[in-house]
């Protein structure tokens, strides 16, 4: 089965490497897709993001409602299975 996981950020410096790399080392898990949807924010977040060439969507701070990136994101993904996470799981 394959999975797609998607994941909002903001001002999450302090988290993404971490997190994107605990996510690539999962085991027996076929991951089809990492979406990582960055609301603007003030910290270097976008810019860790670009540096290690982790692709990610950039919305207006003004777009983004939980429910809706998330539910927008969900509705792309060609996966068997959607899972969400948050920028500090």
């Not at 950020?9 to 490497?17: F, G, V």
């Not at 690539?24 to 670009?50: A, P």
């Amino acid at each position: 089965m394959s999975v797609d996981i998607i994941c909002p950020l903001y001002q999450a410096e302090s988290y993404i490497l971490n997190l994107n790399q605990s996510l690539l080392r999962q085991k027996d898990v076929e991951i089809q897709n990492i979406s990582y949807i960055l609301t603007e924010s003030t910290d270097c977040t976008e810019e860790i993001l670009k540096t290690n060439h982790i692709p990610y969507q950039k919305i207006k701070k003004s777009n983004f409602s939980h429910s809706l990136v998330r539910e927008k994101a969900a509705m792309k993904s060609k996966a068997d299975i959607v899972c969400f996470v948050t920028q500090d799981i």
